[in-house]
Nanobody, 120 residues
Framework: QAQLQESGPGVVKPSQTLSLTCTGS????????WSWIRQAPGKGLERMGA???????FYSASLGGRLSITRATSRNQFSLQLTSVTHLDTPVYYC??????????????WGQGPQVTVSS
């Protein structure tokens, strides 16, 4: 099973761009699909977007075009860039493997979920 390690800055200033990277081991990122998911305190999981095994990204409309997901297959990595961050973008961010089971989207191999703080 894939293991995912997330990396990125813990603090980002308002209006700047948040960048996070997820590095996979045990599975090539070209063999399956991957999601970025976040969770604010006291809230449910929010699936921000995904990148499929051939590198095509999908984005949640709720982010208003602020999200970009890219891959670096030579490093077995996929990354998130979220522009124009505000204090509402301060939840815990997770990367995870995305798959379909019995017609239902599921996630496993979750990254550790670093906390991101938006602060000036």
């Amino acid at each position: 099973q894939a293991q995912l390690q997330e990396s990125g800055p813990g603090v980002v200033k308002p209006s700047q761009t948040l960048s996070l990277t997820c590095t996979g081991s045990g599975d090539s990122i070209t063999t399956t699909d991957w999601s970025w998911i976040r969770q604010a305190p006291g809230k449910g999981l929010e699936r921000m977007g995904a990148v499929n095994k051939v590198g095509i990204p999908f984005y949640s409309a709720s982010l208003g075009g602020r999200l970009s997901i890219t891959r670096a297959t030579s490093r077995n990595q996929f990354s998130l860039q979220l522009t124009s961050v505000t204090h509402l973008d301060t939840p815990v961010y997770y990367c995870a493997r995305w798959y379909i089971e019995s017609g239902t989207a599921r996630h496993d191999s979750w990254g550790q979920g670093p906390q991101v703080t938006v602060s000036s």
